[in-house]
């Protein structure tokens, strides 16, 4: 614009001139013509064409306004109203028109400002810039974490949505290991998935080996003593990420998304498939699948993901293929080991002739004939409470497993289930009947008045059975009254009426018998004598 300018002054400038300079900046003939007026009137203006001239009494978004946005969540109108509310009582300058407010919003802040305004620090994320992280050397860096599918699965004749519990290789997006839990996970899921991580022997080769390290978030499953013991163990480091940090950990983030996508999405049972209607409700007689089923299907997409599946980061490879195209070394742990290392120490206990003592219960097993008094370590997976490892405390050599001893039947542990979730159902009814209440329906300012009217005798009827219930009102505190004071102690004429008449009780070593009352008006109690008149 500045050349324009000089060769309009030199009185060079041509129509050429100007229509080369609108095809370069893709504009019309007329606003460079405009440009170059404004040029002239103001050279300032040469450096930014087509920028509006700054004038002083521009509105700016301030502070207030900014607070503002986010009290009413980005909603324009509901702040021009409140800043015309504000002028009205005298607190501030009139407010623009809603109009220039929308524009100065728009000029003054920035899309991701905006949107955390209306919708927070998660809404506002989606318009950052993140990073990304070289490609590194397989097994470098591994990251894990849990995901609830959202397909309904026949788990016991009844509809669950499992979890997924899987390890993801950062530089060639191999799904290293992978463990399906029909409820929420917990430590075992992890330990689960880490031996299947680990392990390269069939079905789980040939992705494997240790890793340097492995991303987590805070999840207290990952973090808890047992995996973490395992990690050390393994020699593996941890790194901890911060909360709400999900792009720290991308490569299984968006594993999570493209499970939904290519492969849940198209399951029977899919919890988030548009349904016809106002509400999303399952079609009538549609068939879930099996755990089992369900199961299998996932770790055949799994195996596909590894062996098909072109990621665009892989340039064209499959996982496999870039899997095998590194030359770096692998660390590989025995399966003996490895299950060894993967299990909880609940410390050393001595073998008996009734088996080995653990929580309160018998373990049994056929090796241990002959072996009654020797010292033993246990180790046992997680939740799985029917049967421990055991180890021998000195050597650390495996002995064998242990089963619960005398152990209920399937009928029996079912029988079990059924009466404690009747007795759930029976409870949560209860509490919320207790907890319903009702008030009047109000068309002007008031206290709230509660509904639900008893009569003298249901209200004492439901007294009586609450009382019934109470440990504490069934106490009997005078059945035995209590012995008398000692002759020293001033007592109150209510308590004396109360007390066992006879021999007082003797005062305690040590014991002053000048009590605090006396101290505090000065008096000493006068001495008394017993019923063998010593004083």
Not at 102 to 126: N, Q, S, V, W, Y
Not at 333 to 350: I, K, M, Q, S
Not at 359 to 370: I, K, L, N, Q
Request: charge should be positive.
């Amino acid at each position: 614009m500045r050349r324009l300018l000089a060769l309009r002054q030199e009185g060079k400038l041509t129509t050429g001139h100007v229509r080369s300079v609108a095809d370069a900046l893709g504009v019309r003939e007329r606003a460079v013509w405009r440009w170059l007026a404004a040029a002239e009137k103001d050279e300032t203006a040469a450096a930014a064409p087509g920028e509006r001239a700054r004038y002083y009494g521009r509105f700016t978004v301030t502070e207030e306004v900014r607070a503002l946005l986010g009290l009413w969540r980005g909603n324009v109108a509901a702040v021009h109203r409140e800043l015309t509310a504000r002028a009205v009582r005298g607190e501030g300058d009139p407010p623009p028109s809603v109009p220039t407010l929308h524009r100065a919003i728009r000029r003054d802040l920035t899309p991701g400002e905006r949107a955390g305004l209306a919708g927070g620090e998660r809404a506002a994320r989606k318009h950052d810039v993140f990073l990304a992280r070289p490609r590194s050397w397989r097994n470098r860096v591994w990251e894990t974490d849990h995901m609830q599918a959202p397909v309904l699965v026949d788990v016991d004749g009844t509809a669950r949505r499992p979890w997924i519990t899987w390890f993801t290789d950062c530089a060639t997006n191999a799904i290293t290991g992978v463990a399906v839990t029909p409820v929420h996970p917990s430590r075992e899921s992890v330990l689960a998935a880490l031996r299947s991580a680990v392990l390269r022997e069939g079905p789980y080769g040939p992705f494997g080996g240790l890793p340097e390290k492995v991303r987590v978030d805070r999840g207290k499953d990952f973090l808890s003593r047992a995996v973490s013991a395992a990690f050390d163990v393994l020699d593996v480091g941890v790194e901890d990420l911060p909360a709400y940090t999900p792009h720290l950990k991308g490569t299984v983030e968006g594993l999570n998304r493209a499970v939904e996508s290519m492969f849940l999405a198209a399951l029977p049972g899919y919890a988030r498939q548009p349904r016809p209607g106002r509400r999303l409700s399952r079609p009538k007689g549609e068939v879930l699948l099996g755990f089992e089923d369900f199961t299998a299907r996932l770790l055949d997409w799994t195996r596909w993901w590894n062996t098909e599946h072109r990621p665009a980061p892989l340039r064209g490879r499959t996982p496999l293929e870039a899997w095998r195209e590194d030359p770096t070394p692998l660390r590989d742990v025995p399966a003996a080991d490895l299950w060894t290392f993967t299990l909880e120490d609940a410390g050393t206990r001595r073998l008996t002739t009734r088996g080995v003592r653990f929580r309160r219960r018998d373990y049994v097993g056929a090796w241990m004939t002959g072996q009654a008094g020797i010292q033993v370590r246990v180790r046992f997976m997680p939740h799985h409470d029917h049967r421990i490892e055991v180890y021998h405390a000195a050597t650390g050599r495996y002995l064998g497993p242990a089963d619960l001893a005398d152990q209920a039947t399937e009928e029996q542990i079912s029988a079990v289930r059924r009466a404690r979730a009747a007795r759930a159902r029976r409870l949560k009814k209860d509490l919320a009947a207790s907890q319903r209440e009702r008030y009047a329906a109000v068309t002007q300012a008031g206290a709230p008045q509660r509904l639900g009217a008893l009569t003298t005798v249901q209200a004492g009827a439901e007294l009586a059975r609450a009382t019934g219930c109470d440990l504490s009102d069934l106490a009997l505190p005078d059945l035995i009254a209590p012995a008398a004071p000692p002759a020293g102690w001033r007592t109150p004429a209510s308590l004396a009426a109360l007390t066992t008449p006879g021999r007082p009780l003797p005062v305690p070593s040590g014991s002053d018998e000048v009590t605090a009352s006396d101290r505090r008006d000065g008096r000493v109690p006068r001495a008394t004598t017993d019923e063998d008149g010593d004083a």
